[in-house]
């Protein structure tokens, strides 16, 4: 099983970027999907996610510009990103819980970098 990030890239501050993630592999289903992003010297940070029925949760910094959303026909999320900000610059890494024959395991994409110029 795989996580396959796409979509990075460098965008002026005020504009948008979306972001994919695609389990590929054999596997049951796929749980929580999620997105983090990292800068250098810190923490990843959990930025939002989204459960299988559509519950999603936002970090402070980020709720009302950006937006988590998955198909689960393609076992596929997206992280639509609106009015970047220079402080939004980070890795950004999709995360997934993905169910096998006979466990749940947790799964990182490769990681995307996004840089907002201000």
């Known amino acids: 099983v795989q996580l396959v990030e796409s979509g990075g890239g460098l965008v002026e501050a005020g504009g948008s970027l979306t972001l994919s993630c695609a389990a590929t592999?054999?596997?049951?289903?796929?749980?929580?999907m999620a997105w983090y992003r990292q800068t250098p010297g810190k923490q990843r940070e959990s930025i939002a996610s989204?459960?299988?029925?559509?519950?999603?949760e936002y970090a402070a910094s980020v709720r009302g510009r950006f937006t988590i959303s998955r198909d689960d026909n393609k076992d596929m999320s997206y992280l639509q990103m609106n009015s970047l900000r220079p402080e939004d610059t980070a890795v950004y890494y999709c995360?997934?819980?993905?169910?096998?024959?006979?466990?749940?395991?947790?799964?990182w994409g490769q990681g995307a970098q996004v840089t907002v110029s201000s």
């Open positions: 989204i459960m299988p029925y559509g519950t999603t």
């Open positions: 995360f997934a819980r993905i169910i096998g024959d006979f466990e749940a395991s947790d799964y």
């Open positions: 592999g054999e596997f049951v289903s796929v749980e929580k």
